[in-house]
């Protein structure tokens, strides 16, 4: 059965701090995973990744997908309080086209 | 360009009624997907359509069904509502998969008693 594992579910930490993310997964015919953040609506999408070793990045936020050990990393440096949100991870496969998503990370940061 | 709209916003329903929610995109997409999220949970998805005519089951297509018949609205069928029912329902769109990503719609907090 496919799936997505996203740790540590929650996370509290003080403004300032570099928080990282992680999502594992195991799916058949992997073709993306995905990023999401979500606070108090709909997700917004953040990075899509397809290929291994390349790190997206934009602004604090960078990212990066190892598709040997199937997982990928979520890295947030000099939090601020708005990056409070629940972090999504998402794969996307080839078979039937389908998206699974992991439960999420709560991140909080602290003033 | 509003995107994706859903509607409603919230609504109540008593076990066993029905409703359909409403999602509309305006980005000439062929993929899109209805999604539902249970409180702590991540997204679940329930029905996905890769264009007008075209539907599949996803992960919990149980008590819900879905029609295509445009490329814009893909709305979504409760026919006996169920108290595991209660969640928030997203609706989302893509151009393809592979290199794009979903946009969501702002979501329809549904609650069944």
């Known amino acids: 059965e496919d799936k997505v594992v996203q740790s540590p579910l929650s996370l509290v930490v003080h403004e300032g701090d570099t928080v990282t993310l992680n999502c594992s997964y195991e799916?058949?015919?992997?073709?993306?995973l995905l990023w999401y953040k979500q606070e108090k609506k709909a997700p917004t999408f953040l990075f899509m990744l397809?290929?291994?070793?390349i790190e997206k990045k934009s602004g604090r936020l960078s990212s990066i997908l190892d598709k040997k050990e199937l997982f990928s990393i979520l890295n947030i440096t000099a939090t601020q309080t708005g990056d409070s949100a629940v972090y999504l991870c998402?794969?996307?496969?080839?078979?039937?086209?389908?998206?699974?998503f992991g439960k999420g990370t709560r991140l909080h940061i602290l003033p | 360009n509003a995107g994706v709209t859903q509607t409603p916003k919230f609504r109540i329903l008593k076990i066993g009624q029905s409703m359909t929610l409403q999602c509309t995109q305006d980005?000439?997409?062929?993929?899109m997907y209805w999604y539902r999220q249970d409180p702590g949970m991540g997204l679940k998805l329930i029905y996905y359509?890769?264009?007008?005519?075209?539907?599949d089951k996803g992960e919990v297509p149980n008590g819900y069904n879905v029609s295509r018949s445009t490329t814009e609205d893909f709305p979504l069928r409760l026919e006996l509502a169920a108290p595991s029912q209660t969640s928030v329902y997203f609706c989302?769109?893509?151009?393809?998969?592979?290199?794009?990503?979903?946009?969501f719609g702002p979501g329809t907090r549904l609650t069944v008693t």
């Open positions: 397809t290929s291994s070793g």
């Open positions: 989302a769109s893509s151009r393809g998969t592979g290199r794009y990503e979903q946009y």
């Open positions: 799916v058949t015919n992997f073709r993306s």
């Open positions: 980005m000439n997409h062929n993929y």
């Open positions: 359509s890769v264009g007008a005519g075209i539907t």
């Open positions: 998402a794969v996307e496969t080839n078979r039937d086209d389908k998206i699974i």
